[in-house]
């Protein structure tokens, strides 16, 4: 009787101990199943992460390449240039067009107005003989090389402000009638001089002074054929009055920088004509971003 009461031990012992065998297997098999799957699921998630950071810097460096690249303007008749990356639409970039139909605020004055270290009219007070600073040195070189070349140049007019004008223009227009003048001389806004980036030039000698006899002239000739190597341009060629909305003008030249200057002087348009051509090359700028306004 004690034989078989020990033997029924033995065996609800055994069976004890193989439940709990397979319970801790199971419980083992479950904990590495569980682990492996959850590893499997952070690898997966690492990789998608990883991936993603890679998409956005292969997005950001072929946006900043792109943005890098250089646009070019194709002027009829003249090489490419390559655009610079600025908003031609501020009243401060080289090359704002001011005109009839592109006004500027009257209120606009340049920061950086100097009377330049050249001959200007003694004439006139001390804000017309003024320039844009950063106009100083083309400006400075362009009468050096026309005094090499046995010339003498003044310049007879440069920063005016709108008030100065609307002087102008009043008294012309006074004179000779209001649609005369708007032909012959720019309203308030609409005058270049406003900018601080062109200038009226005569010779010392004020010869031909503001007439259109000065292209006549060898002085007149030689800016005529010259000053856009130094990036001022005529800007009211013979001609072309009814696209610049103002006479022929060839005392008066506008800096708009030596590349652009030299492919107008070659393709024979004014700064209106080529205008819609800069506009591109703008619009090409700031689908690339490269331009933030
Ligand atoms: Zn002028």
């Known amino acids: ?55 956005a810097k292969n997005l950001a460096e072929s946006k900043e390449a792109k943005r890098l690249e250089p646009v070019y303007i194709s002027l009829p008749n003249t090489q490419s240039i ?8 501020q009243t401060n970039n080289i090359w704002m067009l001011v005109n009839k139909t592109n006004p500027i605020s ?17 004439e ?10 950063d106009i100083e040195q083309p400006l400075i070189d362009m009468f050096a090389a026309a005094q090499a070349d046995g010339y003498s140049l003044m310049i007879g007019s ?16 006074s004179s000779v009638g209001e649609s005369i003048a708007n032909q012959s001389i720019a309203r308030p806004g609409q ?18 002074y503001l007439l259109d006899c000065f292209a006549k002239t060898n002085d007149g000739i030689w800016l005529i054929n010259n000053s856009y190597k130094f990036g001022f341009i005529l800007r009211y060629p013979e001609g072309k009055e009814l696209i610049t909305g103002l ?42 971003e490269a331009i933030v306004l």
């Open 1 to 55: 009787m004690l034989k078989i009461k020990n033997n029924n031990c033995k065996i609800i012992k055994r069976i004890l101990f193989i439940f709990l065998f397979v319970s801790l297997i199971s419980c083992a098999s479950y904990i590495c199943f569980y682990y492996f799957i959850n590893q499997q699921r952070l690898d997966k998630k690492q990789q998608e992460i990883t991936q993603q950071l890679q998409d």
């Open 82 to 89: 390559k655009a610079i990356v600025s908003d031609y639409h």
């Open 106 to 122: 009257t209120t606009y004055t340049p920061t950086n107005l100097k009377i330049p270290n050249i001959y200007t009219n003694p």
């Open 124 to 133: 006139k007070g001390d804000e017309e003989r003024s320039v844009r600073a």
């Open 158 to 173: 440069g920063y005016r402000p709108a008030n100065l004008q609307s002087i102008y223009f009043n008294s012309l227009a």
């Open 191 to 208: 005058s270049e001089h406003q900018t601080g980036l062109t200038v009226d030039i005569s010779t010392v000698a004020r010869n031909c």
């Open 247 to 288: 006479i022929y003008e060839p005392w008066h030249f506008r800096y708009i920088g030596i590349d652009l200057a030299t492919a107008l002087y070659e393709s024979k348009l004014t700064l209106d004509e080529a205008w819609p051509y800069l506009e591109t090359a703008r619009n090409q700028l700031i689908a690339n």
